[in-house]
């Protein structure tokens, strides 16, 4: 075995033989191996051990405190008791923990005595998270199996493991069985039997329209087919040969031998071939004609020459139409090719033209309704129109409209950047401030608020390493006015602390800080745009040009700040006519103002001219615009009317498919005359049966189905369902029919990944010295949850940070060793300082100038003396003293080296006290007067350290 294991096994045994002898000074001590345990495996069991060979009743207080956990880790009571009985040894402190969903890295408290107990008054709890789960998922939408009807589905939840160990849980799956509320099946019943309706002829072979029936009840689809029809073939007898109307001829002669008389016409037609021959047929018909074998004519002079309208042009020179006439009467015999009617054309001129300019050019009327991006502005442009008097008096000589404008483009004002550190740690060491910067951008136009801030500071807390008690910063107060009178704002707060209990306090330490805070005394007006220009009264004149009185106004709204001096109304004065003068005209030639008082031969029209009263809606109500007179008048001879044709269809069948109706029309004529009777029937229709084809059996909508991929991996997306249906037993199937649908759905494969925020910055590790500066290693933790979480999704970063502790005490040089012939001596030295012991006499001395440390085995008396200063403790009657300031004094041990261990030590929310993360056992100073824990100072075998190699 090598030197180096025999001096740390030997060390070990001299710290475990002074714990031991330190214990016997107390009763009660608290002790407990592994104190580590996982969330979902409490509780935690801490033991407590009483002094061997002690007698009567002993009570002792615990209490929890927490370091990391928070106050709902912990079930139960935070303090309690634990009473001995007589020669009882050992008892437990049983701490439940709670078994939450929060995702702690660990969590740590203290455990602490206080009563009658020995030197291991605390030790140090950690509980590790090992049960963290995400949120129950949606239910998926199970299958029901059928489209109607009673049914029911099943369907299944799950939740995910996101704990920082995920082989700690596993996947959770729920499943429910519910009802698919699906709607009841139709009721369709049997088709009735076929139905026979009227035959399509009433002779000879025809066809009928047959019908039939089937119901529908609760949930029928919308396409299902109630009525069928078909055509049948049927004959009521066959059809008699009716043979045409002869052609009409006299009976007899004209009634009269000259001018209009009467002649009876007759015609027959013949019933053959059938014994259905209609009862009602008329075989002879009759009929009475006008006749007149001549009488002489009338022909009159031509009338005088009249305009026939209006000059061509409505100013400079012009054509004008003029026309006469003449009659013939008394006679039906007047030439065919006597002229009537003569018109010419004349030259004519209202008055000059005026000249209308040209349209100007757009120009602004007002400003853009927008300071930046896209907004309205009111343009005018102007004409005149000189060099006549014929100036229309509605031509439009102001134009207004409404054009596109914008200033500027809008500014882009980009997201703030994250903060980043602007400066170093504003003290050397225990808490301090950091000024930290963030920024944003304006771009994309010349219209960026002057007063926008492009750049935010703010003070962060730092610390380097641990200095005197600063206190917390007080509460914002308000510095001053805000900076508007109306709207957000801003204001300037201020806050102080103070240093105090040190003169150690930086000299740069910011007591003072301010910040800037938004503020609104009341909300800005919304003042409205101006309304529409509305008339104030009535036009200065009757008619022709005047003036009239406009007014606008406008509001000020949302706010107890609108200025005193705002204007809401405005009037203007505008042009107004009501209407123009009127212009009355000279009276028009007289024209037919009705038909001739018989329809053939001589007799009597009413004649009709009028004026017009123009220009004007202003004409007068008495004005007389119309005069009739009365005049001779002959429209035409007699017409002849031919006999009916046969009936002939005029249009397809009424339905595309199926029994429908057509409908047939036949004609006759009237000729021999332009004057045939305007109520005279040369046309009927009548409606028959027809049926193109069977109508198609057109089938109900497939079930949806997907038609493609989800167009996400992740997250809410859309799919396109398809379905289809036929159309048969027909060969006429709408060429327009839709036979294949489509619908877009959502869709979602699985819920995009949830990336939580980073946890605060946590401990991992004890310090990497034990004493001075070294570092540490701290890591912080982010939940990613979701089954499609990417495999890049960091959720543990790590990170080396300064720490410190007490200054280190006095190097010492290597220890030695001489085996002597009889006795052993264990020599360090350092400057003139010298610490021997000897095997024989058991004697421990330490000399430092006139201080000297002895314990003897045999009186077990520990002595040290520094001046005034006695440190003296005798085993006979177990007093434990030192003057002037300390007493009372016991180690307290921290063996580390894995990730299970404290990272740091706490008494009454002191601050921590930080150790280094090795295979060591280190001693630390703990003094039960301030609760605090200390480095012994000056390296005088307070402190021994066993290196496990």
């Given at each position: 075995m090598s030197a180096a294991t025999l001096l740390s096994i030997f060390a070990l045994l001299v710290i475990c033989w002074v714990q031991q002898t330190e214990a016997q000074a107390g009763q009660v001590c608290i002790v407990r191996e592994e104190n580590n345990v996982n969330e979902d495996m409490g509780p935690i069991v801490f033991e407590l051990i009483r002094k061997g060979g002690s007698t009567g009743t002993v009570t002792v207080t615990y209490t929890l405190t927490d370091i990391s956990t928070e106050p709902e880790d912990i079930l139960g009571p935070?303090?309690?008791?634990?009473?001995?009985?007589?020669?009882?040894?050992?008892?437990?402190?049983?701490?439940?923990?709670?078994?939450?969903?929060?995702?702690?890295?660990?969590?740590?408290?203290?455990?602490?005595?206080?009563?009658?107990?020995?030197?291991?008054?605390?030790?140090?709890?950690?509980?590790?998270d090992n049960d963290i789960y995400s949120p129950w998922g949606e239910w998926s939408n199970g299958d029901c199996g059928v489209t109607c009807g009673p049914a029911m589905k099943t369907e299944t939840r799950t939740r995910t493991c996101v704990a920082f160990i995920p082989a700690r849980c596993q996947l959770l799956n729920e499943t429910r069985t519910v009802d698919c509320n699906l709607p009841d099946c139709p009721i369709i019943t049997p088709w009735s039997e076929w139905n026979d309706g009227i035959c399509s002829t009433t002779c000879g072979p025809g066809t009928q329209m047959q019908r039939r029936t089937r119901n529908c009840t609760a949930n029928c689809p919308t396409d299902l087919t109630l009525v069928e029809t078909r055509t049948a073939m049927?004959?009521?007898?066959?059809?008699?040969?009716?043979?045409?109307?002869?052609?009409?001829?006299?009976?007899?002669?004209?009634?009269?031998?000259?001018?209009?008389?009467?002649?009876?016409?007759?015609?027959?037609?013949?019933?053959?071939?059938?014994?259905?021959?209609?009862?009602?047929?008329?075989?002879?018909?009759?009929?009475?004609?006008?006749?007149?074998?001549?009488?002489?004519?009338?022909?009159?002079?031509?009338?005088?020459?009249?305009?026939?309208?209006?000059?061509?042009?409505?100013?400079?020179?012009?054509?004008?139409?003029?026309?006469?006439?003449?009659?013939?009467?008394?006679?039906?015999?007047?030439?065919?090719?006597?002229?009537?009617?003569?018109?010419?054309?004349?030259?004519?001129?209202?008055?000059?033209?005026?000249?209308?300019?040209?349209?100007?050019?757009?120009?602004?009327?007002?400003?853009?309704?927008?300071?930046c991006g896209p907004g309205t502005n009111t343009q005018r442009r102007t004409r005149t129109c000189t060099g006549s008097t014929c100036c229309p008096a509605d031509l439009t000589l102001v134009e207004t409209r409404t054009a596109m404008c914008e200033i500027c483009t809008c500014p882009v004002i980009s997201m703030w950047s994250e903060w980043a550190d602007n400066g170093a740690c504003s003290t050397s060491c225990g808490p301090g401030t950091n000024t930290q910067r963030r920024t944003r951008t304006c771009t994309g136009s010349t219209c960026c608020p002057a007063d926008l801030t492009l750049v935010e500071t703010r003070t962060a807390m730092c610390e380097i390493c641990t200095c005197p008690v600063i206190s917390m910063w007080s509460e914002w107060a308000d510095n001053g006015a805000c900076s508007t009178s109306c709207g957000p704002g801003t204001n300037t707060q201020r806050r102080t602390r103070t240093c105090t209990g040190s003169t150690c306090c930086p000299a740069d330490l910011t007591l003072v800080e301010t910040r800037t805070t938004m503020c609104e005394i009341c909300t800005c007006p919304v003042i409205s745009m101006w309304s529409e220009w509305a008339d104030n009264g009535a036009c200065s004149t009757s008619c022709g040009p005047g003036t009239n009185t406009q007014m606008r106004t406008r509001t000020c709204t949302d706010s107890t700040c609108c200025p005193a001096d705002l204007t809401l109304v405005e009037t203007r004065t505008v042009d107004c006519q009501i209407c123009t003068c009127p212009v009355i005209s000279m009276w028009s030639e007289w024209a037919d103002n009705g038909a001739c008082s018989t329809s053939c031969g001589p007799g009597t029209n009413t004649q009709m001219r009028t004026r017009t009263c123009t220009d004007s809606t202003c004409c007068p109500a008495d004005l007389t615009l119309v005069e009739t007179r009365t005049v001779d008048c002959q429209i035409c001879t007699c017409p002849v009317i031919s006999m009916w044709s046969e009936w002939a269809d005029n249009g397809a069948c009424s339905t595309s498919c199926g029994p429908g109706t057509n409908t047939q029309m036949r004609t006759r004529t009237c000729t021999d005359s332009t004057c045939c009777p305007a109520d005279l029937t040369l046309v009927e229709t009548r409606t028959v049966d027809c049926q193109i084809c069977t109508c198609p059996v057109i089938s109900m909508w497939s079930e949806w189905a997907d038609n493609g991929a989800c167009s996400t991996s992740c997250g809410?997306?859309?799919?396109?369902?398809?379905?289809?249906?036929?159309?048969?037993?027909?060969?006429?199937?709408?060429?327009?029919?839709?036979?294949?649908?489509?619908?877009?759905?959502?869709?979602?494969?699985?819920?995009?990944?949830?990336?939580?925020?980073?946890?605060?910055?946590?401990?991992?590790?004890?310090?990497?010295?034990?004493?001075?500066?070294?570092?540490?290693?701290?890591?912080?933790?982010?939940?990613?949850v979701n089954p499609c979480t990417p495999p890049d999704c960091i959720t543990r970063e790590e990170r080396t940070v300064n720490c410190s502790h007490a200054p280190c005490p006095t190097a010492w040089t290597t220890w030695n060793r001489w085996s002597g012939s009889g006795s052993t001596t264990w020599n360090r030295w350092s400057g003139s300082r010298t610490w021997n012991r000897w095997s024989g006499p058991s004697t421990w001395n330490r000399w430092s100038g006139a201080s000297t440390w002895n314990r003897w085995s045999g009186a077990s008396t520990w002595n040290r003396w520094s001046g005034a200063s006695t440190w003296n403790r005798w085993s006979g009657a177990s007093t434990w003293n030192r003057w002037p300031t300390w007493h009372r004094r016991h180690f307290y041990e921290v063996t580390g080296g894995t990730d299970e261990f404290p990272d740091q030590l706490a008494v009454d929310g002191s601050t921590p006290f930080k150790a280094r993360k090795t295979r060591k056992t280190t001693v630390f100073l703990f003094d039960n007067d301030d609760r605090s824990i200390k480095m012994p100072a000056g390296g005088g075998g307070q402190t021994k350290t066993e290196n496990r190699d």
């Open positions: 935070r303090t309690g008791s634990i009473t001995f009985s007589d020669g009882q040894t050992e008892a437990n402190i049983s701490v439940a923990i709670n078994d939450d969903l929060m995702g702690e890295d660990s969590e740590q408290f203290l455990v602490s005595l206080t009563g009658d107990i020995g030197p291991e008054t605390f030790t140090v709890g950690i509980i590790f049927c004959e009521i007898c066959t059809c008699p040969v009716i043979s045409m109307w002869s052609e009409w001829a006299d009976n007899g002669a004209c009634s009269t031998s000259c001018g209009p008389g009467t002649n009876t016409q007759r015609r027959t037609r013949t019933c053959t071939g059938s014994t259905c021959c209609p009862a009602d047929l008329t075989l002879v018909e009759t009929r009475t004609t006008m006749c007149e074998i001549c009488t002489c004519p009338v022909i009159s002079m031509w009338s005088e020459w009249a305009d026939n309208g209006a000059c061509s042009t409505s100013c400079g020179p012009g054509t004008n139409t003029q026309r006469r006439t003449r009659t013939c009467t008394g006679s039906t015999c007047c030439p065919a090719d006597l002229t009537l009617v003569e018109t010419r054309t004349v030259m004519c001129e209202i008055c000059t033209c005026p000249v209308i300019s040209m349209w100007s050019e757009w120009a602004d009327n007002g400003a853009c309704s927008t300071s809410p997306g859309t799919n396109t369902q398809m379905r289809t249906r036929t159309c048969t037993d027909s060969t006429c199937c709408p060429a327009d029919l839709t036979l294949v649908e489509t619908r877009t759905v959502n869709c979602q494969i699985c819920t995009c990944p949830v990336i939580g925020p980073w946890c605060p910055w946590g401990n991992t590790g004890l310090c990497s010295v034990t004493c001075g500066c070294g570092t540490q290693m701290q890591a912080r933790n982010r939940v990613c």
